[in-house]
Structure formats: structure tokens, C-alpha cells
């Protein structure tokens, strides 16, 4: 319901236009979407299903997902993983030396093609 979100938001700070075109595909108007595993706190180890995987950290440094450095500078949300559909995956987040991960969020992917 990106559409009528942003129409809302719009209504609310008497703004008129037209909403702007989806970012992703999982916003566009009809898109079939899988809810991803729920967010942990900390740096996530095992299993999920998402359509993309983020920590949010802090400090300065690195995190690393499954041997793939990852830049951390003060407080940020840092993009791990993106999946074109939802996918079942494992990673294993470490934080370095600096770096605290807060949580481990998992976005909705699309859903599998019927």
C-alpha cells in the first residue's frame, strides 16, 4: 500500500502531487510480498528468509557477513544482503573491533514466482 501511504502523508502535510513512482519492486501497486524472519537484537547467526538484510550499528569500522567487510560509520543502517525475490538464507554477522550491532533487520522480499 505504498500508493495510499504516501497519499496519507501527503493529506497530513497539505501537500497535492502526484506520489512518486516505488523505489523497490515490493512497493509497486500489487506486488505479492513474504514477511521476512522478525528482527533480533544484536548480530544475527543462523537462518532467515528475507528479501534483503540490514544491521543497524554504531562506532567506527566494519561488520562482517559471512567473510564480506561491511563499512560502519556512527550510527548507521547498512545493507548486507538483497534478494530480487524472498530467499531462505544463512549469514553470520561479526562485528569489529568499534562496530556495535544494535539489531539485525530482514526486509520483505517479493514473493516466489508461481
Do not use: K, N
Not at 497530513?12 to 514477511?35: F, H, K, N, S, T
Not at 522478525?38 to 548480530?43: C, I, M, R, S, Y
Amino acid at each position: 500500500e505504498y500508493r495510499e501511504t504516501e497519499l496519507l502523508i501527503q493529506g497530513l502535510l497539505g501537500v497535492d502531487r502526484e506520489p512518486l513512482a516505488p523505489v523497490r519492486p515490493e512497493d509497486a501497486p500489487g506486488a505479492m510480498v513474504e514477511a521476512p524472519t522478525e528482527p533480533v537484537e544484536g548480530a544475527h547467526a543462523g537462518p532467515y528468509r528475507a528479501g534483503g538484510v540490514w544491521v543497524r550499528a554504531r562506532g567506527t569500522g566494519t561488520v562482517t557477513a559471512d567473510g564480506e567487510q561491511f563499512a560502519v560509520e556512527g550510527p548507521a543502517s547498512v545493507e548486507l544482503r538483497s534478494h530480487a525475490r524472498s530467499t531462505t538464507g544463512s549469514i553470520v554477522i561479526e562485528p569489529g573491533p568499534g562496530v556495535e550491532v544494535i539489531g539485525t533487520v530482514f526486509t520483505p522480499g517479493l514473493a516466489a514466482a508461481d
